[in-house]
Antibody, heavy 114, light 112 residues
Framework: QVQLVQSGAEVKKPGASVKVSCKVS????????MHWVRQAPGKGLEWMGG????????IYAQKFQGRVTMTEDTSTDTAYMELSSLRSEDTAVYYC???????WGQGTLVTVSS | DVVMTQSPLSLPVTLGQPASISCRSS???????????LNWFQQRPGQSPRRLIY???NRDSGVPDRFSGSGSGTDFTLKISRVEAEDVGVYYC?????????FGQGTKVEIK
């Protein structure tokens, strides 16, 4: 059974970067297309980026272009999402999700505050 | 980008009664392979989203059969035949046909 376990909550200052991890178990990362979705407090779901198997590359939402980087470490079956130049509006729960978004991590709260 | 519009945004329902949520896309969601990649998600308070329905009408494993999805092209519907207390939460449609994938605004289902 595939499980996604994310890293713990983070508190960052404006302008800093955050790197959230998503550890896959029960499957190998190379067999999965990983996506990242975020949810600001009291708001809806926002797709940030993900692997497009048809193009064989990671696609980022235009809103995050230049600020987000999604990577994978296949040796540890861990996916990462790094967001830079943080601002208060980036305060949100960040989720990894895969298998057509059938499977989700538990979420990681990132708080951006001075 | 494809815009997904849900209605209503708030849906008070009586236990045991049916509920219906509409989702419209700004362009057809039929992909070149003939499939329509329209999903429905449930998010209970304090939990991660859970996929209920994929490709318009296919229920995920473990999803009660009181949930059903229908529609085609640009108009889609999620129905709950008889609402139970555990169905309280926010429901989202999401299209995966056109990149980037996009979600609807969410519909909050609550018990009257």
């Amino acid at each position: 059974q595939v499980q996604l376990v994310q890293s713990g909550a983070e508190v960052k200052k404006p302008g800093a970067s955050v790197k959230v991890s998503c550890k896959v178990s029960g499957y190998t990362l190379t067999e999965l297309s990983m996506h990242w979705v975020r949810q600001a407090p009291g708001k809806g779901l926002e797709w940030m980026g993900g692997f497009d198997p048809e193009d064989g590359e990671t696609i980022y939402a235009q809103k995050f272009q230049g600020r987000v980087t999604m990577t994978e470490d296949t040796s540890t079956d861990t996916a990462y999402m790094e967001l830079s130049s943080l601002r208060s509006e980036d305060t949100a729960v960040y989720y990894c999700a895969t298998d057509g978004l059938r499977l989700w991590g538990q979420g990681t709260l990132v708080t951006v505050s001075s | 980008d494809v815009v997904m519009t849900q209605s209503p945004l708030s849906l008070p329902v009586t236990l045991g009664q049916p509920a219906s949520i509409s989702c419209r896309s700004s362009q057809s969601l039929v992909y070149s392979d003939g499939n329509t990649y329209l999903n429905w998600f449930q998010q209970r308070p304090g939990q991660s989203p859970r996929r209920l329905i994929y490709k318009v009408s296919n229920r995920d494993s473990g999803v009660p059969d009181r949930f059903s999805g229908s529609g085609s092209g640009t108009d889609f519907t999620l129905k709950i035949s008889r609402v139970e207390a555990e169905d309280v939460g926010v429901y989202y449609c999401m299209q995966g046909t056109h990149w980037p994938p996009s979600f609807g605004q969410g519909t909050k289902v609550e018990i009257k």
